[in-house]
């Protein structure tokens, strides 16, 4: 898998220790991680995830995008396997595990298996989760033999994925406007998720508000609270008018630009000067290029020959990516701060928990010796901080290991009931 994965198998390459072990954390590590994940789960709730059957179009909309994905990819994997470009299979699926499977897919559903009750919902998550992991098993079988047949064996009972075969994509599964729709909510979350980490703002500190272009509205305004949970935000703006919380800056990008336009590109740059930031972004942008006066010659402009420069106005934060817009409300007020404290302090808990080896449904109470302000957040959040940690109480206590919540020292402990 290394070797295929960092080139074409017909180019020489150097064997990277470094790189195996990145392919052994990115794929191998994953992989294993969603599959422990959802045998825990049906082990758990003592159920056969090949018996269930679940109608394709009665399925919510995040397991009918993974299926998509995964019929969209067995039809590029075969493709690739069939020109012998063994290097881009690989790549294809291990970019699908990772960033489809696990990051988004997984990690958005996984509230759902904890139901206690066997609902449509949670009947149709397994089913989508088994059937992505068997056929994922099957691609990988030529290139990963032992892993794949392990998980195979254990999934089906069968007796080896290499006697099974290959998957065939039903194009008819394949629904672009369902991946258009969370590939742009996808995009958003990752630039929101971008200012928080170039403003140093904790993802769980809760922000009040991100705006997005209101040309989206009607794609995506039914999964806003798919994006205010991912950004732990309170509201989703849909804003006609971006360009009034943004400045922009208009530069030649003087690599592509400078070869084509020579002795031009300083009368370029101050044309750009000259121009309306945002009208020309916005021009460029609904035709991919325009014409430019330029020492009296009528110019073609693309995209690729501007630099756009984008800061947001005072209070805000700002990202783009390939002209899609996130901008957040970055201020933090007392009472966002005081959920932010309730939040850091669920997941210092959460990691006491784990590090106890707690049974994933143990009761449990919670000891903090805290200053005045953690104090008055537990107060505010105690309800939520006890359904989210299975504790039964929260009591004061005295001498406690000290963790840092926000900048504030806090002693916590937990009990098991």
Same mark, same amino acid.
Request: no cysteine; charged share 30%.
């Given at each position: 898998?290394?070797?295929?994965?960092?080139?074409?198998?017909?180019?020489?390459?150097?064997?990277?220790?470094?790189?195996?072990?990145?392919?052994?954390?990115? /794929?191998?590590?994953?992989?294993?991680?969603?599959?422990?994940? /959802?045998?825990?789960?049906?082990?758990?709730?003592?159920?056969?995830?090949?018996?269930?059957?679940?109608?394709?179009?009665?399925?919510?909309?995040?397991?009918?995008?993974?299926?998509?994905?995964?019929?969209?990819?067995? =039809?590029?994997?075969?493709?690739?396997?069939?020109?012998?470009?063994?290097?881009?299979?690989?790549?294809?699926?291990?970019?699908?595990?990772?960033? @489809?499977?696990?990051?988004?897919?997984?990690?958005?559903?996984?509230?759902?298996?904890?139901?206690?009750?066997?609902?449509?919902?949670?009947?149709?998550?397994?089913?989508?989760?088994?059937?992505?992991?068997?056929?994922?098993?099957?691609?990988?079988?030529? /290139?990963?033999?032992?892993?794949? @047949?392990?998980?195979?064996?254990?999934?089906?009972?069968?007796?080896?994925?290499?006697?099974?075969?290959?998957?065939?994509?039903?194009?008819?599964?394949?629904?672009?406007?369902?991946?258009?729709?969370?590939?742009?909510?996808?995009?958003?979350?990752?630039?929101?998720?971008?200012?928080?980490?170039?403003?140093?703002?904790?993802?769980?500190?809760?922000?009040?508000?991100?705006?997005?272009?209101?040309?989206?509205?009607?794609?995506?305004?039914?999964?806003?609270?798919?994006?205010?949970?991912?950004?732990?935000?309170?509201?989703?703006?849909?804003?006609?008018?971006?360009?009034?919380?943004?400045?922009?800056?208009? =530069?030649?990008?003087?690599?592509?630009?400078?070869?084509?336009?020579?002795?031009?590109?300083?009368?370029?740059?101050?044309?750009?000067?000259?121009? @309306?930031?945002?009208?020309?972004?916005?021009?460029?942008?609904?035709?991919? =290029?325009?014409?430019?006066?330029?020492?009296?010659?009528?110019?073609?402009?693309?995209?690729?020959?501007?630099?756009?420069?984008?800061?947001?106005?005072?209070?805000?934060?700002?990202?783009?990516?390939?002209?899609?817009?996130?901008?957040?409300?970055?201020?933090?007020?007392?009472?966002?701060?005081?959920?932010?404290?309730?939040?850091?302090?669920?997941?210092?808990?959460?990691?006491?928990?784990?590090?106890?080896?707690?049974?994933?449904?143990?009761?449990?109470?919670?000891?903090?010796?805290?200053?005045?302000?953690?104090?008055?957040?537990?107060?505010?959040?105690?309800?939520?901080?006890?359904?989210?940690?299975?504790?039964?109480?929260?009591?004061?206590?005295?001498?406690?290991?000290?963790?840092?919540?926000?900048?504030?020292?806090?002693?916590?402990?937990?009990?098991?009931?």
């Amino acid at each position: 898998w290394y070797l295929l994965h960092t080139s074409p198998a017909w180019s020489p390459t150097k064997f990277d220790e470094d790189g195996l072990v990145e392919i052994v954390s990115k /794929f191998f590590g994953t992989i294993k991680n969603v599959y422990n994940f /959802f045998v825990l789960y049906s082990n758990q709730d003592d159920l056969d995830p090949a018996s269930l059957e679940v109608a394709y179009d009665q399925r919510p909309e995040l397991d009918r995008w993974i299926i998509s994905k995964y019929n969209k990819l067995i =039809k590029e994997v075969t493709e690739e396997m069939d020109r012998y470009d063994h290097m881009k299979s690989v790549r294809k699926i291990q970019d699908f595990v990772n960033e @489809d499977l696990s990051n988004w897919y997984i990690r958005r559903a996984r509230r759902r298996f904890w139901g206690e009750e066997l609902t449509e919902d949670k009947k149709s998550v397994y089913a989508t989760t088994y059937e992505v992991l068997v056929g994922v098993a099957k691609m990988i079988a030529p /290139f990963a033999p032992f892993i794949s @047949d392990e998980m195979y064996q254990n999934l089906t009972g069968e007796e080896s994925v290499h006697l099974a075969f290959f998957p065939k994509a039903d194009e008819s599964l394949i629904d672009e406007k369902v991946e258009e729709r969370m590939d742009l909510v996808r995009t958003l979350v990752a630039l929101g998720r971008g200012i928080r980490e170039k403003e140093r703002i904790k993802v769980r500190q809760p922000l009040t508000e991100v705006m997005v272009d209101g040309k989206y509205e009607a794609i995506i305004s039914d999964l806003t609270p798919l994006i205010m949970e991912e950004l732990n935000i309170k509201t989703v703006v849909f804003e006609n008018k971006l360009d009034e919380y943004m400045n922009y800056s208009l =530069k030649p990008n003087f690599k592509v630009a400078g070869p084509m336009l020579g002795k031009n590109i300083k009368a370029f740059g101050g044309a750009l000067a000259q121009a @309306d930031p945002a009208a020309t972004v916005a021009a460029i942008e609904a035709e991919g =290029k325009i014409t430019m006066d330029i020492n009296g010659d009528a110019v073609e402009i693309t995209a690729e020959m501007v630099d756009v420069k984008i800061d947001a106005k005072e209070g805000f934060a700002v990202a783009m990516e390939n002209n899609v817009f996130a901008i957040l409300d970055t201020t933090v007020t007392p009472e966002l701060a005081a959920e932010g404290l309730a939040r850091e302090l669920i997941s210092k808990v959460q990691q006491m928990r784990k590090q106890n080896d707690y049974e994933m449904m143990d009761n449990i109470k919670i000891f903090v010796e805290a200053d005045e302000e953690v104090a008055a957040a537990i107060e505010i959040h105690k309800e939520y901080i006890m359904k989210e940690t299975l504790a039964v109480a929260i009591e004061a206590g005295t001498d406690l290991k000290t963790s840092d919540l926000n900048g504030h020292k806090t002693g916590i402990d937990v009990e098991r009931v």
